[in-house]
């Protein structure tokens, strides 16, 4: 192995493949890359048993609360996500420890070793794919819980044979990819469904269900007939549930995020887990593993005064649902100021958000190649309605601006995408120390 490779070296490298994306829509395999590193490596995604998450919105909390739970119970939990908030360590768990970044580095340096072997050239997301399954098996964990990139049927991580396969919703996202109807996208997603797993389905639209009821599981078990929430209420940092799962009713389980979507992702992710058992995993466990769970960037509160609060959604769906949660939840009594950066269609997004019931929006790029230029998002604010509109070309300079701008009465909600939260989340933080 090359024993030169440091942390950053294994940044370089994974920035110099980061441009080699595949492009076009998913209507062919796009697993053979991944496909040839992991078999050099033996197969490491076959390593342990797999839960393999995909979904429209909600797969980061439904992974992280049946990673805790699965933690809680006594196992070695190797938990892989995307995209990461801050660090590209985050991208890879061990019972909710980030890799160290000297094993970062080895595992990379690994890959980069076998691009000359395999005669392929990877990409970002394929590099970091097989590290993870090759980290996992080093350590030798018990599980896998994997989260789906894009889609499912073509995505890298669609390597693994999952005992359990996990659906949160389906909504209109990746078109680029697929559609044009919901119906598509399902189609996808039901693509990590595979002969002798258990699907666990959070999406209730009968005419979607009935795609991954077809999908050729073992066994399928869906949200509202044989499992739900059903009581779902405000609490002090978070939500108070009453769960039901195919065998057991789990009352009063406090989940410490916000917003009422977060009790649908609690009985998906407890049904998974009680799945992979089959068995209910006891109370202690169900209290100890939610307990656990932590989602940076995802509705997280970091001020008072003033409310200061950071969102990755992503798409509109998200949006919504962020605003829903910022105006019934919180309803905040003074200003309501607006820090916004996205890599879509800016409008679509801002409606979503209610972007016209807030009394200042701060545009800025988001820090990506594809971040919408500010003054694109100040176009569309106004067209939208929006008054009090400014562009800064920062994500930074905008947070430092609407936080000098606000009084301790007022509200600064931050979202439009994870690359916003991620770059948000100091300045935020550096500000309400």
Known sequence: ??????????????????????????????????????????????????????????????????????????????????????????????????????????????????????????????IMTAAAFRWFADLAVDVMVIEVGILGRWDATNVVNPVVAVVTNIGMDHMEFAGPTLAHIATEKAGIIKPGCAAVIGETRPDLVEIFQNAGAATTIVRGEDFDVDSNA????????????????????????????????????????????????????????????SMPGRFEVLGRQPLTIIDGAHNPVGADTCAQVFFDDFHPEGRRLLVFGTLREPGEMLAALRADEFDAVFACTAPSPRGVPAAQVVAAAKELGCENVSAYDTVAEACRRALEYADGDDAVLVCGSLYTAGEARPVVQRHSN
């Open 1 to 126: 192995m090359n024993t030169d490779f440091t942390y950053e070296t294994a940044l370089a490298y994974l920035d110099d493949h980061a441009s080699y994306q595949k492009t076009g829509r998913i209507d062919s395999p796009s697993t053979d890359v991944i496909e040839a590193f992991c078999s050099v490596m033996g197969d490491p995604q076959h390593c342990a048993p797999v839960i393999h998450v995909t979904g429209t919105n909600g797969k980061g909390s439904t992974v992280q609360m049946i990673s805790r739970m699965l933690a809680a119970a006594g196992l070695s939990v190797g938990t892989y996500t995307s995209p990461h908030l801050e660090r590209v360590n985050e991208r890879m768990r061990r019972n909710g420890e980030s890799i160290s970044d000297e094993e970062f580095a080895e595992q990379i340096a690994a890959i980069a070793d076998l691009e000359a072997v395999v005669g392929m050239r990877p990409s970002y997301f394929e």
């Open 234 to 293: 405000l609490a002090v940092g978070g939500r108070v549930l009453d769960l039901r799962t195919p065998t057991t009713l789990y009352p009063d389980v406090f989940v410490p995020l916000h917003g009422a979507y977060q009790g649908v992702n609690a009985a998906v992710a407890l049904t998974a887990v009680e799945v992979f058992f089959a068995n209910p995993p006891s109370g202690d466990i169900v209290t100890e593993g939610m307990s656990e769970v």
